[in-house]
């Protein structure tokens, strides 16, 4: 009896150690809705897998060597059904968690075809038998699942209350998960206006249960302007504005939001560059994005508009991989500070972006508020300068953004009362301070479309 009742203590022991350890990934409020414990470094299309252990694991020591932490489920040469009824000749999901286990530092969101954008099936059955089974899984695999990736880009109306609906069936079962669907950039193809577009995002979230809500919003086409989708001067490019309503709304709701880098040149998008990748990495994150989603990492075979990516067809890393790492190793470095963060508020130093540097005009940009109680104002030569205000207890931290994709430029702060100036190394985590208590401080040479990272606090 001794003995078993310590085979039972070591077993309970195991089981919540195991919790713990999903917890301290997602967490969970007294709700029991999923909170995200880390930022999130992520891709749309997979590593493909081959089925071959030693060549797969090898594939996803690349992927994490590049600073990546999460899978969202989807490729082309692996199988998304449930576990082991996954088809014979493709890899399963069981499978990639055995893979993803032996490399370490991944985690996994389940794309499931029983569930994935499924119009049909009948929801509450088909949440219990996904969570039932995945939930059966040894924990040292269960632990990988982060969470669920639902839909993507579901539009307004039925697919839309039907996305929210997986989301809620998802949230009551298995509570400690993120449960996501990307939804859909602003367009006037789908919205008239864009009160109808504010209308469908704030939809999406009016449920407390949703936690995580994403766009993808690729701004540079190839013929050297912003997206603008009507091609119409009445339909200007809404890039920014696509951030800023996810900052605000998900900060309404307490949730939060990731934002979709451009990684693979397909249809009309422009080549990609080091410098539009790295603006479309560091731009949502000074609105306050807490996860990145790249699009894509894979070279999608089946996709015959993708003309590049991260890796290639044959899983070969391209030029595009060492950006996408130096960027990644920024933001897994700055991580923690980031998810602390509370974001307060993006001003553009112009209400209008000018044109500089091949971009066309985006109008009705946030401008820094004149009561704003510390800040009196920010300027750089050529009005493309941002600021992202965030704060971490009482401390306030300002990210400084360069939009200039072509000359570095430096930033005049200047500030309503004398504080203390320090920056972060985005590499080393490390702080230096660049100045004693002042009202005015110049950041040097920020990089075309580089952030810098500053606490006005000791």
Known sequence: MHNACGLQVLRRLAITLSILFVFCLFGSDVQ?????????????WDPDFTGIAAIDEMRLSLFRNAHFNTLTGLNARSSNGMLEEAPAHYPGVRYKLERIAKVGGLRLMLLDWLFWTNMKSDISRTVGSVVAQYGGLPLSLANLVA?????????????????????????????????????????????????????????????????????????????????????????????????????????VKGAIFWAFPLSSQHVDYSPISRVNLQFTAFAPIVNGAKGLVYYTYQWCREDATMRSSIVDTNGDTTEIYSWAKAINQQVESLGPLLMSFAWQGTYHENSSDTGYAGCSTEPGLSMLPSNHTFIRSFSSSNKSSMIGEFKTGSAPYLLVFNKDRSSSRDVTLTLKKSVPVWECNKITGLWTRKSAPTESITIQAIQPADVRVLRLAD
Request: proline share 8%; aromatic share 20%.
């Open 32 to 44: 029991g809705q999923a909170i995200q414990g880390k930022f999130v470094i992520a891709s749309w």
């Open 147 to 251: 969470g669920y990736n639902t839909w993507d880009e579901p539009q307004p109306g039925d697919q839309l209350a039907r996305a929210k609906s997986w989301i809620l069936e998802f949230n009551k079962k298995d509570p400690r998960r993120i449960v996501w669907a990307n939804l859909a950039p602003y367009n006037q193809g789908t919205f008239p206006k864009w009160s109808n577009y504010v209308d469908y995002v704030r939809s999406y979230l009016a449920d407390n249960s949703t936690s995580v809500a994403s766009f993808d919003y690729y701004p540079f086409l190839g013929n050297g302007k912003w997206r603008n989708y009507c091609h119409d001067p009445k339909d200007p490019p809404y890039y920014f504005r696509n951030l800023d309503l996810f900052a605000v709304e998900t900060r």
